[in-house]
């Protein structure tokens, strides 16, 4: 899903299930693992999205 | 250095600044590795890129932060798993991810209401499970963590049905997200 076309609300929300789906998914290949983000405060950005409502983050498909 | 970004078909294409490096039967998409830290907006930079090679074809993201030292290494390291990525690839092909999470709407209850909104999480779930190819649980802090691989065509059908379920369940709040490329369903379990 873009980020530009979703609020800041919406992008916190769907910025946990980014970070669910590329830290956690994926297919693991061989090569040098490499983690290196900045500024992303999981703890922060998870209780933010504990408190969003459903009609705030319904995606936005074409 | 480059980053490996996702494994396409054999015809995968690609443009700057992305590459397409053919090897085993399949097609591994990478980008020139970033610098340093990267920020949320360098996460969501490098989603966009790999959702635009969505738009040509099935794809397998691959778990963030694998580099590979040069175009050589990233042929090399699928090397021997074509057929296998290929099978996966199948899988996915004209579906969608679609992320839902399911928590309590209002305050923490007791043991007792907790247990009655975990169980209506999980035939919610289930309810969606059946509209998906395929689903699975993941781990998190909510009652319910879950991905489904929907077809395209179902899409619609299955936020409908996501909206229907949080009608029928005002104590739940159903966090629906997507669509995602198949992040959730790239590795065979």
Known sequence: MSSTSLANPERDIALVDLLDRLLGGGVVIAGDITLSVADVDLVHVSLRALVSSVEKALPKHE | MIELLAIGEPDAAAE???????????????????????????????????????????????????????????????????????????????????????????????????????????????????????????PGPELLRAAHLVERDAMDRFVGRVRELQHAHPDLAILCTGPWPAYSFAEAR
Request: aromatic share 2%.
């Open chain 2, 16 to 138: 700057p600044p992305v590459r397409a490096v053919p090897s085993d039967g399949v097609t591994v998409l990478c980008a020139e590795a970033p610098e340093g830290e990267r920020t949320a907006d360098d996460l969501w930079r490098r989603e966009a890129l790999v959702e635009r090679l969505l738009e040509t074809g099935p794809l397998l993201p691959v778990r963030l932060g694998t580099f590979v030292a040069d175009e050589d290494a990233a042929a090399a390291a699928v090397a021997g798993r074509g057929a296998e990525l290929r099978e996966r690839l199948e899988h996915v092909r004209g579906a969608v991810e679609l992320s839902v999470r399911i928590q309590p709407a209002g305050e923490p209850g007791d043991l007792r209401a907790r247990a009655t909104l975990l169980a209506a999480a999980e035939a919610a779930h289930e309810a969606l499970a059946a509209i998906a190819r395929d689903s699975v649980e993941r």
